[in-house]
């Protein structure tokens, strides 16, 4: 069946360096790609998405971009402060007809370093 | 508003019990989802709803049952427990056709509930 595959499982960076999380999904149908961020005892909560007929996004020092030939979307935060330090997760949607597909990938923890 | 809310927030059963998690949510959502979360394999769907009255299977159904008899509350049943249902619940909602290719958009999601099975 369809998978998400989310990498590293654990990210350790120093405080201002940058951070990359990458996903693969397996379904070309997906076409809605979220990350979401869960903090300690909290679910998760949207961070930043993207759509398929888009390759980047930004917002402020979280970006994702997009490769659809490739099947890959990464999420990039720069100049990471220690408030970053959470798990983070990818999904991968699409909405074939009379079905319904919305995949996480495994979670990545981030911690980030003073 | 509050969100999406989940009670309880924790529970111990012992195997065999049942039990109820509720799922209430006060932003007119149509859609509502129950995952469970462990350790290393992220959030996986349990089962979820389109709207008042439907259910549907998701990737881990065994063992579960839903209803869903007013928009904004979405029960998940555990009729008698095991231990490999331990785990940490959440229920989620979201909006309907959210794009403009009728793909799904954001879920919200609630604070969780965490239980064990004996």
């Known amino acids: 069946g369809e998978n998400v595959e989310q990498h590293p499982s654990t990210l350790s960076v120093q405080e201002g360096d940058s951070a990359v999380i990458k996903c693969t999904y397996s379904?070309?149908?997906?076409?809605?790609f979220p990350w979401y961020k869960q903090e300690l005892g909290k679910g998760p909560q949207l961070i930043i998405d993207i759509r398929s007929n888009v390759g980047e996004k930004k917002d402020q020092r979280i970006a994702v971009t997009l490769n659809k030939t490739a099947k890959h979307f990464s999420l990039h935060i720069t100049e990471t402060q220690p408030e970053d330090s959470a798990v983070y997760f990818c999904?991968?949607?699409?909405?074939?007809?009379?079905?319904?597909?919305?995949?996480f990938g495994t979670g990545t923890r981030l911690k980030v370093l003073a | 508003n509050a969100g999406v809310t989940q009670t309880p927030k924790f529970r111990v059963l012992k195997t065999g019990q049942s039990m109820t998690l509720l799922c209430a949510q006060d932003?007119?959502?149509?859609?509502m989802y129950w995952y469970r979360q462990d350790p290393g394999m992220g959030l996986r769907l349990i089962h979820y709803?389109?709207?008042?009255?439907?259910?549907a299977k998701g990737e881990v159904p065994d063992g579960y049952n839903v209803s869903r008899l007013k928009k904004q509350n979405f029960l998940l049943g555990l009729e008698s427990a095991a231990p490999s249902q331990t785990s940490v619940y959440f229920c989620?909602?979201?909006?309907?056709?959210?794009?403009?290719?009728?793909?799904?958009?954001?879920?919200?999601f609630g604070p969780g509930t965490r239980l064990t099975v004996l």
């Open positions: 709803s389109v709207g008042e009255g439907t259910t």
């Open positions: 379904d070309s149908a997906s076409n809605y």
């Open positions: 989620a909602s979201s909006f309907t056709n959210y794009g403009l290719a009728g793909e799904l958009g954001e879920q919200f």
């Open positions: 932003m007119n959502h149509e859609y």
């Open positions: 999904a991968a949607s699409s909405r074939p007809s009379g079905t319904y597909k919305y995949i």
